[in-house]
């Protein structure tokens, strides 16, 4: 067994802001899954920056006869920046699954891409009568390993809708379909969708186990929101539907969220509704004072326009409280609050957040209430789920949250070296004893580093 040396130092600090360095150049070699140069595989850089959540492609190429490939002037993240900023390397060619690198975890220069075995993850697709449904589109969405061992930090390749659509397949007029792109021992998810249905999620397990996916055909309901005060603006309120059970044959999926917006005098459109029951809300912001009264629970046959549903808005009750620091009892800004009352579905995405001074504010209507923290920023643990504040709203009466006390987070920066002192590559590190993260292993970037990040102080790491 090869001996190594592990260099460690531990910090609790607030992680600094997302940061890159010095641009490089990155080379490498694709190769199919045999061994054999990959000629003319695409290659996609991708990158992502939890500042700007959004995947994007930042550059392609195509490697040429040998299989090689070249990035010139590429920001790759800086190695004592947080994990949330990636790069990864995406290749895939004919005949071959696609495969990825994360370069920050290998020499720059020599990188090393081998295509997998491709799977043969086939399906069918038909509308709700049997018959054969010609066309739609199938995007492959998820890749994940199936796991014989620990997951290395990221396990997934991060998609993008332009990549999404570049892979899509299309049903022949039998219906058919195959996805290439994943690989044998992946379980892949995909997205089918057909103008007229509602779209459909589905996931294989075996890439041997074809799978039949019924499309239903979409249904609409349109109705309108009222208010009580007329001097409460009517327009770009959000309104949603939620299936009432989850409706499920066999792998395929047809439960999702819908959303709209409501016009200047309150008319809401919802489309590709499935059929059966669903519960329709209005989701107004947090922190507007008219939420959402009663839900209204619409049924709707395969295909059909329901009209003339009303949704009232009621005032809410305000809720107050703060996010300070566990240990100087400072205000916190930027901690994303989130609260549940067991009824409404709201996006998560529009919860408030605290000001400089640590406080918050949202509105709800009268009922028992849990408040969390959902999204901490950098340098501060997620607290534990029984920190969570469940609290009784009554009509009228302001309610003020306990406060929220957040631990700062522990970072441990290392180094991996062989007995010559160099630096290890993609050496993967692991540890236990957290509540965090320990179900993961972490490679070492180009320069032999590692960062763990999310550690609580007074719990010993080995």
Known sequence: MRAWNVTLSMAICLAASVGWAEKVELRGTVVTWEGKPAAKAEVHLVRIQSAQPEVVVAKSVNADEGGRFAFEDIELPDPEQSRRSLVQIIACAEGNSLEWVSPQAGDPKNLKIKLGKPGTFRGRVKDGTGRPVEGATVRLSVVSRQQTELRVFPHQPFFTQELMDHWAAQT?????????RAGADTSPGAWIRKDGFCSANVHW?????GVEVVLRKAGTIRGQIRCGDPTVSLTDVKVAYLPSVEARTGLESYW???KSVTDAQGNFTLEEVPPGKV???IAPAPTSE??????KVVELAEGQTVENVVLEMKRGTKVTGRALDADTGKAIAEVRIYAHDGTHYRYSGEWPRTDAEGRYFFYVRPGKIE???????PGYLPPPWDARKEMTVREGQEVVVPDFRLKKAGIVR????????LPVLSAVVTYTGQEFGQDMGFPTNFKGTFRLEWLDPDRPIT
């Open 279 to 281: 519960r329709v809300n």
């Open 290 to 295: 008219w939420q959402a009264g009663d839900d």
């Open 172 to 180: 022949d007029n039998d219906g058919l379909f195959t996805l290439w």
């Open 371 to 377: 408040v969390r923290v959902t999204d901490p920023p």
């Open 205 to 209: 397990q075996d890439p041997a186990t």
């Open 414 to 421: 290392g180094m991996v070296v062989d007995q010559a002192g």
């Open 256 to 258: 999702r969220r819908g």
